[in-house]
């Protein structure tokens, strides 16, 4: 195999795990075994956050603007590995190459981010009353852990390290145990970088190890990212061990289309939406609601859909299962009515025919109560829905239990404004398929899309890894007798 078998990294060094279970990593592409991984236990964990505990005195103690050179380096190491990392990505993945370089360069851009933070950290200060001073500042948490899911194994991992560990913390990261190669390669380049020793630590495995992450006491705090169903799980036996915890769980994201909307414009904006990194993102549309007399757009939409070839410009899914899955919602959506305008079931790519490909798929006449309008399907699918009014529309986006993103397609500013006040999601896009507010702006969902309070990136993650301290000061006491003076 060409990764071998994985350790965990632990003290900046790679470490064997005890267990002896481990899981086999298969390329997406073409059904190749690429690496074992180990499952760790909680012994494994304890040796990490020892680690991670016995670095933080002094990382937390080293002055932000000397920790953040160590990301101007991981900055400079992420371009110079850009097109190795982007290989590893798109192999363990599945998603193509071009999709896996932009999730490097957006790694790169979450650690320009985390190199600002000095200029954002800065403290308040103001005399409250005669010769009394209050004054705050961020501290760290302590160790801090990370669970991450499989669709962006370099970018989501980036979401929480530069930031956390900028601000002062030191981590255990959980990588996916479906693509946990990826990470390998970040803990060199963060060593490479200058980062101490015990800082940035991985351990590798399954649910055995996030539980025991969850229950650890000298975890601080725990963020999360991957489907509700686990954020749920998470979030509340995190914060039943009374750590706090960021969850960020599924999505099933509605695109609100009118007549009067820019048939190219849009329908490119929904089929790249759809369709990137085969539609295993939390940002995808999946359900695009047409208001009114929407055909010529819909027509559009497959237009541009034919485009998308698999094993060209559409990768392929995780793995079997989920292809499985995937085509059996789209059968279960056929025999309940709806129609298939473009049908990606059972998709081949010469030569990797081991590979696991479902072809890009428009649903047309797909009513709210069917599987594919309400569940996350995480495939190159979309669900056309028709309404007559936009109140119609709002009502099915808003029914929807996740909240992640929603977006509106519309010339008229007036209609876009209703739909940004309406609709019950995090994330909005007016004209914009993917509504990834970039840095420094945050991102996070709303209702079963997130649980906890915060954003996990940009400013808004400055408050999830750091608690605030405030300081009351009187040097003079001649200048009053008592502090309210
Ligand atoms: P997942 O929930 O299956 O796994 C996420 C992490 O949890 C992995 O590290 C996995 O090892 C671990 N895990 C899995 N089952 C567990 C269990 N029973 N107990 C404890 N830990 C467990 O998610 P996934 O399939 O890797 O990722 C896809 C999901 O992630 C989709 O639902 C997608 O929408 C979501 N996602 C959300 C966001 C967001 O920002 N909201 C971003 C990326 C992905």
């Not at 992420?78 to 932009?102: D, M």
Request: glycine share 8%; charged share 20%; proline share 5%.
């Amino acid at each position: 195999m060409k990764y071998g078998q994985l350790k965990n990294f632990v003290n900046g060094s790679f470490r064997d795990v005890t267990s002896g279970r481990t899981l086999i990593i298969t390329s997406p592409i073409d059904g190749t075994p690429l690496a074992e991984m180990p499952c760790s236990t909680a012994a494994d964990l304890e040796e990490a956050v020892k680690a991670a505990k016995a670095a933080f005195p002094g990382w937390s103690k080293t002055p932000i603007k000397e920790r953040v050179q160590v990301f101007f380096r991981y900055k400079y190491l992420l371009e110079k590995h850009l097109q190795e990392l982007s290989e590893i990505v798109s192999e363990e993945n599945g998603k193509t190459l071009s999709e896996a370089v932009a999730e490097v360069e957006k790694c790169i851009e979450l650690t320009e981010f985390a190199t600002s933070l000095p200029q954002l950290i800065t403290g308040e200060v103001l005399e409250v009353s005669k010769g009394v001073e209050c004054r705050t500042s961020h501290v760290p948490l302590g160790v801090v852990a990370s669970i991450v899911p499989f669709n962006f194994p370099a970018m989501v991992p980036n979401w929480t390290i530069p930031n956390a560990i900028a601000l002062g913390n030191c981590m255990i990261m959980k990588p996916s145990d479906k693509v946990p190669i990826s990470l390998t390669k970040i803990a060199v380049l963060l060593k490479e970088a200058g980062l101490p020793d015990g800082v940035f630590n991985i351990v590798n495995g399954d649910s055995e190890v996030v539980n025991a992450i969850c229950d650890h006491p000298d975890i601080e705090a725990v963020s999360f990212v991957g489907s509700t169903k686990v954020a749920k799980i998470v979030y509340q036996r995190a914060t039943q061990q009374l750590k706090r915890c960021l969850a960020l769980g599924g999505a099933k994201n509605h695109l609100l289309v009118l007549p009067d909307a820019k048939p190219d414009m849009t329908a490119q904006n929904i089929a790249a939406s759809m369709s990137g990194c085969a539609g295993q993102r939390c940002m995808a549309a999946s359900a695009m609601v047409g208001i009114g007399q929407v055909d010529h757009i819909v027509a559009k939409i497959c237009e541009e859909v034919k485009k998308i070839i698999p094993g060209e410009n559409l990768g392929a899914v995780i793995n079997r299962e989920s292809k499985e899955r995937i085509e059996a919602y789209i059968t279960a959506a056929e025999k309940q009515g709806a129609s298939i305008l473009v049908d990606g079931r059972g998709a081949k790519v010469a030569g990797k025919e081991n590979g696991t490909y479902v072809g890009p798929t428009v649903i047309d006449y797909v009513t709210p109560e069917m599987d594919v309008a309400r569940e996350e399907i995480f495939g190159p699918v979309i669900s056309i829905l028709r309404t007559n009014t936009i109140d119609e529309a709002l009502a099915i986006e808003n029914a929807n239990p996740y909240g992640n993103a929603a977006a509106v397609f519309t010339q008229n500013g007036g209609m876009a404004r209703y739909v940004v006040d309406r609709a019950s999601a995090g994330m909005i896009g007016i004209n914009v398929g993917v509504p990834v507010p970039r840095e420094p702006f945050s991102f996070g969902g709303w209702n079963e899309s997130k649980f906890g309070v915060g954003d996990i990136t940009g400013k808004s993650s400055i408050e999830f890894w750091t608690k605030l301290k405030k300081s009351t000061t009187k040097w003079n006491p001649e200048e009053g007798i008592n502090w309210m003076s």
